[in-house]
DNA sequence: ATTATTTATATCGTTCACGATGCAAATATA
DNA sequence: TATATTTGCATCGTGAACGATATAAATAAT
């Protein structure tokens, strides 16, 4: 017999990973429709936050490595959705940079967030409860950063 | 400036994302030791719970295509984890069993749920509100499992 | 001023993840 | 029974992820 611990459905990671996956596919037909994947939306909103940003800066908020990231946006750069460029200051640096694509992307999916949001909504997830999970999720981002950081 | 739902942290899925690929890290030395991925990890555990299941249902257990499992099965078969045979009743399916090396896991493997659950534990997670935690992953997992199959 | 170390980014190899497509066995239909 | 459709699995191409490693610029140490 299966001990108890190895169920699946006692796994808090394979219900994460899961959601994240199924969630992902729901942007996908937005983003497609953009010529954008689910990273590279992410690069998005990390820009429109701030934009001209070294690659080092993009990986770190996004929780990255540079050798995940540096792909990506080259892929990026290539679709004309932002602009690589050696730093003036520190020339190790590379700034990246929106384009006016890249900018006027943000108004083109001003609805996607709105429409994934209450896709999501059910007996469990409701504007009262989300919080919770915000907090929950969190919390298990921030032990395992420690974690991983304090090595 | 940037518009309010495109904040990062303001983000579900990015929180999920990002939670979802932590674990998996965490999990990495300790599967690495044993010569597994985490994906592979779940399909040890998809047969511990019952041996002997055709690609199909391995897939359909973790919500993955069968474009996916494939070719990870048959990393697994190479490294002796398993074996692929064809379905004596219906020559279609691919039959999935583990060797004694795949059952022997589940021993040697023994510590690790305990070890990555207690890691994750803090403020806001703990044995009185995982639970609840769960109840929102399923419900986020099952409102989008019904909008892909629907259509 | 040299040399050593650190930092920022990139390259390489392997493993997912998945959309699109292909193929053969099984089943349904004519 | 012949043909069409469905089903189960596989192949292919692309884009992440990430560990390991490389390279060049910047900084620290001698």
């Given at each position: ?79 004309g959705f932002l602009t690589?460029?050696?730093g003036r200051e520190d ?9 006016k694509k890249g900018r ?48």
């Amino acid at each position: 017999m299966i001990k108890p611990q190895f169920k699946l459905d006692n796994q808090l990671c394979f219900r994460l990973y899961t959601a994240s996956r199924l969630i992902t596919q729901a942007y996908h037909p937005m983003l497609a429709e953009q010529g954008l994947t689910y990273p590279q939306y992410l690069v998005l909103m990390v820009l429109w936050e701030k934009d001209a940003q070294p690659v080092n800066d993009i990986a770190k908020r996004l929780r990255l490595e540079t050798n995940t990231v540096t792909p990506l946006l080259k892929r990026m750069e290539t679709e004309g959705f932002l602009t690589r460029s050696r730093g003036r200051e520190d020339a190790r640096q590379i700034i990246v940079k929106l384009t006016k694509k890249g900018r006027d992307l943000q108004e083109k999916l001003a609805d996607v967030p709105e429409a994934i949001g209450s896709s999501l909504l059910c007996e469990s997830v409701t504007p009262a409860t989300i919080p919770s999970l915000y907090a929950m999720l969190d919390g298990i981002i921030h032990q395992l950063q420690n974690k991983q950081t304090n090595q």
